[in-house]
């Protein structure tokens, strides 16, 4: 029986820049079941503190899902080119070997790209238009820097998009309904060859669009010849998307129920993108310095803000211009202290960065921060507080949704509620995970670890005479139609679900008697503004098999 990790790691990050009379981080509080906290700071010149920490989480992230699966890809060349990937990120050229080889997994006979391998002979998914037009800029990114991209998968993908952004039915909708005018204008950002009444129907709803959206759309518009009145119309939009609070420009979060994606880091990053290539007024790198200072005031909101595509967005932004620092660069140090440690680290001529990592008292205060260099030369600090939490003991949590888990078992030829303590060897268990929300929610992944003593089963498999299953076997809540379940995990995942309480299942079969840990199952939006919830964790007890 393969024993699964019960330790679950976290990080509760803060970040600022370092002005010349120094500066002071106050520290989050510790959990107090955490397990041996510590700090790990990142200072370095201009953003690359933030691009490594971005990274970090990336290759963090163990979603085997398609979409963070390609931000993880994103991350380590990202974590290559820096210079930060042989320290960091050892295997960073094998994770983007390996995601290439895959991709074509998950992409249909269509050209659509899905979160779930596609499975031909089980094929029922509606089209995926923003996992498709993010795969399409994710590829081209990665071939942007010398990897081997199938080019038979990207336009297979290209004209999936082009096929829609022809679909006259979906251009209707656009000033209707944002979800789709945002869909459609990032679809048409990344394929470049874009019907001008399809262009002219988001023009005309650019208003409802989040900064990103007119970000993009500003993009296309640049491309037309005719279109140099609306293109400069956005670009001073963009300029002023974020007010400006000393040194820093940060845009704020939306919070339109009708595109939930939107997020205030997103914003930032697609925004200052676009500016760095269309705003060519004679304050324009002035104006991005500002933004650029904005990110560590959005930062402060912490890690668990950005979803892996946000991520993914910032760090395709960052990675253009080339990172290597400027050959006129002189070495500078920063001083650090917190109650019971210090030190001086040294950022020398021609590095971007230096780290130091200590552990942690159970009630850190503050983090205080000096620097050498010039003024003009902007450092910037990001200190992660880590630590590990035994998720057997975790307390249950619920942001935005609510889940909970339950088991059944057969008596008396149906199907019967029962503790986790109640199941005996050889029986067919039934496991079912109820979702509650009050709004629709986009993009949510539910995943559960089997504990140790069930074994998965397939009930399109299963032999039928093996059991008469009781009325009511089958997969719960059509909303989850995409799941993958094996004898570690069930996995299930929608691109929406509309208000309510949803209830999926998953069968097993009790194989082997003993204690097991059923770790918390997690239901969460892959995309947009944190929201997670969390079962408590549970003992499943299986008794030997009657005689």
Not at 138 to 153: K, P, T
Not at 180 to 191: C, D, G, M, N, W
Not at 400 to 417: C, D, M, N, T
Request: charged share 20%.
């Amino acid at each position: 029986i393969e024993v699964s990790p019960t330790l679950r790691h976290e990080t509760l990050p803060v970040a600022g820049w370092i002005p010349a009379g120094g500066m002071r981080l106050k520290l989050p509080t510790i959990p107090a079941a955490a397990i041996e906290p510590n700090i790990r700071v990142v200072t370095s010149r201009s953003t690359a503190a933030l691009v490594r920490t971005w990274a970090a989480g990336l290759r963090d992230d163990a979603h085997p899902f398609w979409g963070p699966m390609l931000g993880r890809a994103i991350a380590a060349a990202v974590a290559i080119r820096y210079g930060f990937a042989d320290s960091d990120w050892p295997d960073a050229r094998e994770v983007i070997e390996a995601t290439l080889q895959k991709a074509g997994k998950y992409q249909d006979h269509d050209g659509n790209f899905h979160f779930l391998a596609v499975d031909d002979e089980r094929y029922d998914r509606p089209p995926n238009l923003m996992l498709t037009a993010y795969s399409i800029q994710g590829l081209d990114f990665l071939e942007s820097l010398g990897y081997g991209v199938s080019a038979d998968i990207v336009q297979s993908a290209r004209s999936a998009l082009a096929a829609r952004l022809n679909d006259q039915q979906l251009v209707q909708r656009i000033g209707a309904n944002r979800f789709v005018a945002e869909e459609v204008a990032f679809a048409a950002s990344v394929t470049g060859a874009v019907p001008i009444g399809t262009l002219d129907t988001l023009w005309s709803a650019h208003d409802r669009l989040s900064w990103s959206g007119r970000a993009r759309l500003a993009r296309i518009l640049s491309t037309r010849l005719l279109k140099t009145t609306e293109t400069n119309a956005l670009v001073d939009a963009l300029r002023h998307a974020g007010p400006r609070r000393g040194m820093s420009r940060s845009i704020g979060a939306g919070s339109d129920p009708e595109w939930p994606f939107e997020t205030a880091m997103l914003d930032q990053c697609v925004v200052l993108d676009t500016l760095r290539d269309l705003d060519h007024a004679e304050d324009a790198a002035v104006l991005r310095a500002e933004y650029q200072h904005g990110f560590m005031d959005l930062y402060c909101g912490g890690e668990s803000a950005m979803d892996s595509q946000t991520r993914a967005q910032c760090l395709m932004a960052f990675a253009n211009p080339s990172p290597a620092p400027s050959p006129t660069d002189s070495s500078i140090h920063v001083e650090m202290s917190m109650p019971g440690a210090s030190t001086r680290l040294e950022i020398a001529h021609g590095q971007s960065m230096a780290t130091w990592s200590h552990a942690l008292s159970r009630r850190p205060s503050e983090l205080t921060a000096h620097t050498d260099a010039d003024a003009n030369d902007p450092i910037s600090l990001v200190a992660e507080v880590g630590y590990d939490i035994d998720a057997r003991a975790s307390a249950p949590a619920a942001v935005g949704f609510q889940l909970e888990r339950h088991y059944s078992v057969i008596r008396e030829h149906a199907w019967k509620e029962i503790s986790a303590m109640g199941v005996r060897e050889g029986e067919w268990v039934r496991v079912s995970l109820r979702l509650s929300t009050s709004r629709m929610r986009y993009f949510v992944a539910i995943s559960d670890d089997l504990p140790g003593g069930l074994r998965a089963v397939d009930l399109e498999l299963a032999d039928g005479a093996d059991l008469e299953l009781p009325k009511g076997s089958n997969g719960g809540s059509p909303w989850f139609a995409e799941r993958d379940v094996d004898d570690r995990h069930a996995r299930f995942f929608s691109e929406q679900v509309p208000p309510g309480v949803h209830e999926i299942h998953y069968y097993a079969r009790a194989t082997h008697a003993g204690r097991y840990a059923a770790l918390p199952a997690v239901g969460e939006l892959m995309y947009g503004s944190a929201s997670v919830s969390r079962t408590p964790s549970a003992t499943l007890l299986v008794a030997p098999a009657m005689p």
